[in-house]
């Protein structure tokens, strides 16, 4: 099957392959390492409270209840709801020296994905840009007034994200991972992002929101919303929530 095998995606997955005495694709000791949290110091903090809401139904409920959803009710999120969704995704949970542990896996612990988030509906939150600074657990004031339509404008027209209570958006800081495991690197950081994805949409399900998964998208559209060179850091995947209805 020449039109598979020519391909670019698997020619990337062919090459980095690990085998035992074949090259050594996971190492690039020259790809030199990177800080391991993004921070916007300039930009007006928010602070995130920590006592969200407590959750429900039980974990096969929540797995046997997603789905993706596209058609969103006017229900707003609360900010504490809205940490508890952060909390999910990337919320610290663990220390061991120097290394930050945090509630969804990350190869060799390196945490390569900043989150943005397109705020339309959150109580106590002006819609807007926002970044989630990690380790203060606090969002960043990046840019003020609804970005929903010009969002869904750069994901290829997808007007439910307009209608969203929020968007997540994740992008990846590749020199993080890759300065440790080289080539294979960009499987690792597409497999955390999915980690990240379900953790949102099951804490999501959990307070009575939905969401979608969002991988089609205008590169250099998102990249220029989120003021990110799409080089050294660039969007990967994004994600609509809002109410269930
Ligand atoms: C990596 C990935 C990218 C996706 N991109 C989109 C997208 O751009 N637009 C969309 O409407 N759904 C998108 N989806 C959602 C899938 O269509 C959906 O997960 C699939 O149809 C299965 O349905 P379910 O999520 O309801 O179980 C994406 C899902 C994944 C995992």
Redesign the pocket.
Known sequence: MPELTASLGHRYFQETKLARNGPQVQRRPEIARTEPFKTYPEAEKIALPRDWPATEPDLAALLQQ???L?KFTDQPLSLAGLALLLWSCQGITGRAGSYLFRTAPSAGALYPLETYLAVERVEGLAPGLYHFDVQGFQLERLRTGSLGAELAAA??G?G?MARAAVNFIWTAIFRRTMAKYGHRSFRYICLDA?HL?QNLLLAGEAQGFGG??????FDGEVNGLLGVDGSEEAAL?LASLGGRG
């Open positions: 997603r789905r993706s596209r994901c290829i997808q439910f999915g994805c979608c998964p969002v991988g089609a998208f995947y």
